[in-house]
């Protein structure tokens, strides 16, 4: 289980999480959602020790994240950048090898593993320059995947991607959850994260506001006060 509790991070002299505690257990898949600017990406930091907090602490499995040396949590607990992609023509099976950096190896069966799971096989040796934004998108969640670990941490995944490929994306996610990881993965499209989430964590000024089944958070008052609008039914988001 990855875990914080009552964690506090400031930021130029600002509270960036203020007393935030989570919990994600093995084979569950949590939604963090809130407005710009609430904390989310700082906690994802904190949970994939990145970022140690000013208060407050972040555990896997009851060891705080401080103690595990920096290749076992790295084997462990795997992250993706916002926004992450490859600066230069690697090839999809490139990207996918460097999952396996933080156990030494050069392992190939991991490697076809997560690139069959994201259905870029056939793709392997093309280069992720010449992929459309969804295959890129694929490719860097092959390099978690391929990294086998227990624990999977994306912040915004499914950005600039269209409909179909956000589900795409979350149904690989949901699809690493079933296999026993935990999954902690932050939204903005909160259709998505109701359909695809087992819980739906609301954060906004650095704190928890709502935590629990996607259908009630969001039918909760509350998360139309922090979004300023309305959740309509079927979490359709109309104007305030």
Do not use: Y
Not at 5 to 13: A, D, N, P, T, W
Not at 129 to 136: I, K, N, P
Not at 139 to 154: E, K, Y
């Amino acid at each position: 289980m990855i875990a914080a509790g009552e964690l506090i991070v400031r930021l130029g002299g600002r509270a960036v999480l203020d007393g935030v505690s989570l919990a994600v257990a093995p084979g569950e898949l949590v939604a963090l959602v809130g407005p710009n600017g609430a904390g989310k990406s700082t906690l994802l930091r904190v949970l994939a020790g990145l970022l140690r907090p000013d208060a407050g602490r972040a555990t896997l499995d009851g060891t705080p994240l401080a103690a595990l040396a920096p290749r076992v949590r790295a084997r462990r607990i795997a992250w993706l950048e916002q926004g992450a992609r490859a600066a230069w023509g690697m090839t999809v099976r490139e990207i996918a090898r460097l999952g396996r950096l933080p156990h030494a190896d050069s392992a190939e069966a991991p490697v076809a593993a997560a690139l069959a799971a994201v259905g870029l096989d056939h793709m392997a040796d093309r280069r992720i320059d010449r992929l459309s934004g969804g295959e890129a998108r694929r490719a860097m969640i092959a390099r978690v995947l391929a990294t086998a670990p227990d624990v999977m941490l994306l912040d915004e995944p499914c950005a600039d991607l269209d409909p179909a490929q956000g589900f795409a994306v979350m149904r690989l996610l949901r699809d690493a959850a079933a296999q026993g990881r935990a999954v902690v993965v932050i939204l903005h499209d909160l259709a998505l994260a109701a359909r695809c989430a087992d819980r739906m964590v609301l954060l906004d000024a650095g704190r928890v506001v709502a935590d629990g089944p996607p259908g009630a958070v969001m039918a909760d008052a509350v998360a139309g006060q922090v979004f300023g609008v309305r959740i309509g039914t079927g979490l359709a988001v109309l104007p305030a």
